[in-house]
Structure formats: structure tokens, C-alpha cells
């Protein structure tokens, strides 16, 4: 086991030595798993190849997976390469992966109208951002720019042992209006997921889609069953209660899916990158794996 010093140094510093190319000390902190796949030498080989061109790396998030394992992400100036880690408690690197990423932001249109987060109270983006390493929502066209919010204390977005949707901070919490508009659709009545399981014959489960100034159309889904407090026609305003954060539809435990499109039906919608009031940044905590 590596003292505290050597710790902290090598899960803050992976970053600089893989781009002063100090493979061989880099290896020395994987498992054993790790080195049974991964030879030294596959190991230099692939490290000086994926660092050509590069001369630093930036640390983009850092975030614990389980309380056991933290995932750092390095990117590269251009923001086109892309470094995963996974260490355990003892700084091991357990995986490691080199990827090249690719970004429609510069392409993608944003919204006209400035959105808040649809949530009153600190909550936590697991998934969001521009890059697909960032957001597991990005290949998906439509929902590019989705964000997956949790609430999180400590390490955990829950507690006891997790096994039950009111063992999650996020459950029953408020779900809000992002901005003022008139609802085009309120569904309610599916059952909210056992933990680990989804429904994705109904990926947004119970939802609300509010349409917006300039035809942009917010969707917020994964409420919980028998919480909706609006239907169709009903005119709402920033931070109208919509319902309460629960896990019905494509989810496998309590969070809120947000994003904004252009079009009311989410399959012939196109994604829009969702400008924010400065505000979001008070109920926000993203363990910086918020990127805009």
C-alpha cells in the first residue's frame, strides 16, 4: 500500500507524467489485473502513440463511481483526447482507458431562450457536458446536451445499503419549472424501477414537456409515480412544482433527466445546447464533471 504522499501525487500528477511520457513509473501503480492484460511494453508502446502532439494534459473530472473506486479524466488542450482512470482506495489503477473524443458543440445551436436547473434545492450533475466521456447521453442525437442530476452526500448518492428507490437523496425531491411555458405533455402512472432494473419500452418514464418562448421545449422525466402536479394546457412558471424526482422509465435509481430540444415529440427533435441564468451555479455541485 503507497503512504498518503505518494497517494495524493499520483492520482493529481497522472495527468503531467503521462505527458512527460514517465510510462514505467505510471506502471508501477496499476493492479496485477492490469499488468496480466497489459504488458510493459504494449503499455510504452500505446502511451508514446496516444501522446504524440501532446504536451499537457488537463484534469476535467474526478468522481467517485462507488466509494471504493475514483474516476479521474484527463483531456488534452484540444479537448480532442481523452485519459479515464480508475483508482481504488489505495490508489491502485484499476483501469485505464485512452480514447479519442469527438465534439459537435462548435455545430450544435443553442438555446435562445436562458434556463435554470429544474431543482431548488443542491444537487449533483452525474452525467452532462459536451464531450461523450463526460456524458453517456452524447451519442445519443437528440439528447447531446441532457443532463442526469443526483443528490449526493459524501462519496454516496445514498444510504443504508441502497437497495431501495427512499434509500436515494434524490427521491420524492421537488422537480421544478426551468422556465416559464405551457405544458404539451404530463404523464404519470408508471411504476418506479427496483434499483438496478429500467423500463425502456418507456425510457422517460413519468415526464413533463413544457414548451417555451421561440417553440424550444423542455423535457424533465424519471418523476415518481402519482407525483405529477400539472397536465396539458396548464401554464407554468419558473419554478412551478412539475413533481417529485423518482425512477420510472430508462432508470436505475432516482435522478432527473433534463434537457432542451426543438420539437414537443422527443423522437424528431433535435438537441439544443441549454444557455443558463448564472444562478444555476448555487444549486449545482458536479465534482467538476460540469462542463459547458
Known amino acids: ?37 497489459v504488458s510493459l511494453q504494449q503499455f510504452l508502446e500505446q502511451g508514446k502513440l496516444f501522446n504524440q502532439g501532446e504536451q499537457f494534459y488537463r484534469l476535467e473530472t474526478n468522481l467517485y463511481v462507488t466509494p471504493q473506486i475514483e474516476q479521474f479524466i484527463w483531456l488534452n488542450s484540444t479537448q480532442t483526447k481523452a485519459i479515464s482512470v480508475m483508482f481504488d482506495e489505495h490508489s491502485i489503477i484499476q483501469a485505464l482507458v485512452l480514447a479519442p473524443i469527438e465534439s459537435f458543440s462548435e455545430r450544435d445551436r443553442w438555446s435562445t431562450n436562458k434556463y435554470t436547473m429544474p431543482i431548488q434545492i443542491e444537487w449533483f450533475v452525474y452525467w452532462g457536458g459536451k464531450h461523450e466521456v463526460l456524458n453517456y447521453h452524447h451519442p445519443v442525437e437528440n439528447q447531446r446536451y441532457a443532463y442526469d442530476l443526483v443528490v449526493r452526500k459524501g462519496k454516496q448518492s445514498y444510504k443504508n ?36 432494473h429500467t423500463n425502456k419500452k418507456n425510457p422517460l418514464g ?49 435522478h432527473i433527466h433534463f434537457h432542451v430540444m426543438d420539437a414537443p415529440a422527443i423522437e424528431t427533435s433535435k438537441r439544443l445546447r441549454i444557455q443558463f441564468y448564472a444562478p444555476l451555479f ?11
Open 1 to 37: 500500500m503507497m503512504d498518503t504522499e505518494k497517494k495524493v501525487n499520483i492520482r493529481e500528477e497522472f495527468g503531467t507524467l503521462f505527458a512527460e511520457g514517465d510510462f514505467k513509473k505510471l506502471y508501477a501503480c496499476v493492479s496485477e489485473e492490469f499488468k496480466h492484460q
Open 206 to 254: 413519468n415526464h413533463v414537456i413544457i414548451e417555451h418562448e421561440g417553440k424550444e421545449y423542455s423535457v424533465l422525466a424519471h418523476l415518481k409515480k402519482g407525483s405529477v402536479s400539472v397536465k396539458k394546457g396548464d401554464v407554468v412558471r419558473k419554478g412551478t412544482l412539475l413533481g417529485r424526482c423518482g425512477s420510472s422509465g430508462n432508470s436505475s435509481e432516482p
Open 282 to 292: 448555487s444549486n449545482i455541485k458536479s465534482s467538476i464533471r460540469w462542463n459547458k
Open 161 to 196: 445499503d441502497g437497495m431501495k428507490n427512499k434509500d436515494y437523496y434524490a427521491y420524492a425531491k421537488k422537480v421544478v419549472a426551468p422556465l416559464k411555458g405551457v405544458v404539451v405533455s404530463a404523464v404519470d402512472g408508471q411504476e418506479d424501477n427496483e434499483i438496478g
